[in-house]
């Protein structure tokens, strides 16, 4: 069984994505890791660096991300409230469920990522 690489708060956007995104490329790679998750539930393995949603995203240069301190700080939230640690390993669908009750439910999106360019989209929802 594969296991995929998740920066945990794209756990967050996974679930506002909408087809919307930086790129014609990186909208077609997020499209399918986006059905592939839900489709196959595969385990995810938390982590700090880059993933497979990142490997379209135009702002990693050189396998880092140029956001880097901006989205740490979003991961270390999403796995403070969620109660996780960085390299866990789950399936997709317990981690979702995760983010959903005790973020989402919660009314906690604005404490973990609102800052970020994508807010707008995500708040409307």
């Not at 909208?27 to 539930?41: C, E, F, G």
């Not at 490997?55 to 990693?60: E, F, Q």
């Not at 969620?82 to 959903?100: A, I």
Request: charged fraction near 25%; include cysteine; glycine fraction near 8%.
């Amino acid at each position: 069984m594969s296991e995929y690489e998740l920066r945990p708060h794209h756990g967050l956007c996974i679930g506002f994505f909408g087809g919307k995104g930086y790129s014609d490329e990186f909208n077609s790679n997020m499209s399918y890791i986006v059905a592939m998750l839900k489709r196959n539930d595969p385990v995810v393995k938390l982590v700090k660096g880059t993933d497979v949603i990142c490997k379209a995203c135009p702002n990693n240069e050189d396998g880092a991300c140029v956001t880097q301190g901006k989205v740490t700080a979003y991961d270390k939230k999403v796995l403070e409230l969620c109660g996780l640690n960085e390299g866990d390993s789950l399936r997709w669908s317990r981690f979702s469920k995760l983010v959903d009750s005790r973020i989402l439910s919660e009314n906690r999106l604005e404490e973990v990522c609102g800052d970020c360019c994508w807010n707008y989209i995500c708040s409307k929802l």
